[in-house]
């Protein structure tokens, strides 16, 4: 049976695209699960959720089974953290952001990796551990070695196998935060038996990394559905930070939940936006 979820952000109003993906979803498999990524803690708000459920509810969208919710996970995500922990797989890392913009910019700074790498070697040190923020980054070198070279498969058949360059030491944990969105998606999309992730293909980015996470924790291997993405008509993202066009809007000016739903699986747009090209 196919399982695909949307797992939208409570952190604004849902726009066109969360609608479009939301449906992409709802149609590519028999069963479709609703999540909540609400890990951080300053933009997540109440209001929102209650916002997406109505969101959904207007265009006809229903789930299958309960509302998942990661900030009522907390306790999986820090089991997986410290199964990698075990294996040696990840270093905390006491960098600010300032610091790593510094060494990025020094003559022999790696900024192609996005991290210097200032912390890999540190020997661990429980005490600064317990009085100094950090957050904990994956040693894709150790990674890489361990899981071999990473792949995924598209629905459509193509294979894309994920380059160390893609991967980096990414942050699995935040300073401020108990699990990153790269860590809390796997093991949420392993607990939910999802075999279809649908979302747009901005996050194509952050496919080699989680499949290489998948690989060390053993979980089960998705097939991607990285779709188009809805822009407006001049070719600017739709986005909650510019203040794009939400669904509360459209339903507010009378607009059919369940006929732009029917549109939108037909990839049929509103006037006034477009599909991003490839």
């Keep these: 049976m196919s399982v695909s979820r949307f797992a939208p952000s409570p952190t604004g109003r849902l726009h066109l695209g969360h609608a479009y993906s939301a449906v992409l979803g709802r149609r590519a498999a028999a069963t479709w699960r609703v999540r909540l990524e609400d890990l951080d803690p300053t933009r997540s708000r109440p209001e929102f959720v209650d916002g997406i459920l109505e969101d959904l509810a207007w265009l ?7 509302l998942l919710v990661q900030s009522r996970r907390l ?32 003559p022999h700074g790696d900024a192609a990796s996005g991290y210097p790498g200032t912390c890999r070697g ?6 600064r551990r317990s009085s100094t923020p950090h957050s904990w980054r994956l040693d894709s070198g150790k990674a890489l070695d361990l899981a071999g070279q990473p792949s995924w498969t598209e629905v459509d058949g193509r294979i894309f196998v994920a380059r160390p360059h893609q991967i980096g030491d990414a942050i699995l944990a935040r300073k401020d935060a108990p699990a990153s969105y790269h860590l809390a998606c796997v093991v949420d999309d392993a607990a939910s038996d999802v075999t279809l992730v649908v979302r747009g293909q901005d996050l194509r980015l952050s496919t080699p990394v989680q499949r290489l996470l998948q690989l060390l924790l053993g979980l ?10 809805v822009t407006h008509d001049d070719g600017r993202r739709l986005a909650k930070r510019d203040q794009a ?34």
């Design 245 to 278: 066009p939400t669904l509360a809007a459209m339903r507010a000016a009378g607009m059919d939940g369940p006929a732009l739903a029917e549109a939108l699986a037909k990839d049929c747009l509103p006037s006034g936006f477009r599909f991003a090209s490839a």
């Design 75 to 106: 306790r999986l995500y820090a089991d997986a953290l410290e199964q990698l922990r075990g294996e040696g797989l990840v270093y905390p890392c006491f960098c600010t952001r300032a610091d790593i913009a510094a060494s990025l910019t020094a």
């Design 220 to 229: 089960r291997e998705p097939t991607y559905l990285h779709h188009r993405l």
């Design 60 to 66: 006809g969208l229903a789930a299958d089974g309960d």
């Design 122 to 127: 540190l020997a661990d040190d429980p005490a």
